[in-house]
């Protein structure tokens, strides 16, 4: 009985220890790319957001005519870009930790900017430096005072 009950014990501290290896469920977002949103024209809903490492974020071409990519200088070092295609989704998995700059590149100038902090912040200071074009200027202010 003892011996049953034990072996009852390791096997359920056993399996309990094998469920918490188990990596946990990485979560799926949205992005809309879209002409008029509630933040005005040519604009990404939501425009921020903070996920964390192995979260993958879809960006939806809404309407026509946008595309997401990263902005130079804007990533973490050692992350690889990314760029969407023209009216296609593109779906990014984030791994490292620090914020991601993003653009539809014919809006650009517009102001039609985004940025994803996955887990710390650590880029916080040379995404900061990046010079923006028009009103991507103002908008991405905004975007970096609320990443740090």
């Known amino acids: 009985m003892k011996i049953r009950t034990r072996h009852k ?36 809903e ?6 964390a490492p192995g979260d993958t974020v879809t960006f939806v071409p809404t309407d026509r005519s ?8 804007m990533t973490p070092e050692g992350a690889e870009p990314f760029k969407g295609r023209m009216n296609e989704a593109v779906a990014v998995t984030f791994e490292k930790e620090g914020i991601y ?5 014919p809006h650009y100038a517009m102001g039609m900017v985004g940025v994803v902090v996955v887990g710390e912040p650590e880029n916080l200071a040379d995404a900061a430096k990046v010079s923006h074009p ?3 200027r103002t908008v991405m202010g905004d975007l970096m005072a609320e990443a740090g």
């Open 46 to 51: 939501p425009a921020f957001l903070r996920v």
């Open 9 to 44: 014990i390791c096997a359920s501290a056993l399996g309990l220890g094998l469920l918490a290896a188990l990596p946990a469920h990485a979560a799926d977002f949205e992005v809309k790319m879209l002409n008029r949103g509630e933040a005005g024209a040519m604009v990404f």
């Open 66 to 73: 946008h595309n997401a990519e990263s902005i130079g200088g």
């Open 101 to 105: 700059g993003y653009k539809c590149l």
């Open 134 to 136: 028009g009103k991507a």
